[in-house]
């Protein structure tokens, strides 16, 4: 990763970050959950992936994130069910130990299973 692409992924979502943040406060803010999950950091990552290995690698690359989407919504469902229960950092480390365990079962299913990436 060079200097370029880090600026890049930094730019990009600190700004979206920021707007996430302000629209929080408006009238509509139940839609800054909606722009907190817009795939910026997708969209960057593929761009420069895309930049570096050939269409087939990139091809497996985005079956294995198809594949992985329901690590995202395990962390979201986790974060609203401790919600009520717990702090919000305690939610969100919860949440995010709730995404590993998701995403360590993923790479074990991939493994022996699905063998995405197996060339």
């Known amino acids: 990763m060079n200097v370029i692409e880090l600026l890049t992924r930094f730019l990009v979502g600190g700004t979206l970050i920021v707007l996430v943040s302000l629209l929080s406060k408006t009238k509509y803010s139940v839609i800054s959950g909606l722009f907190a999950l817009f795939p910026i950091v997708t969209l960057v990552g593929y761009f420069f992936i895309g930049q570096s ?27 609203y069910t401790v919600q009520a229960k717990y702090t919000l950092i305690e939610s969100l480390f919860l949440s995010v130990m709730a995404w590993f365990l998701a995403a360590g079962m993923l790479v074990i299913i991939n493994h022996y299973v699905l063998r995405i990436g197996d060339s």
């Open 53 to 79: 290995v050939d269409s087939s690698k990139l091809h497996e690359i985005t079956l294995f994130s198809m594949y992985s989407l329901p690590t995202t919504f395990i962390f979201l469902f986790t974060f």
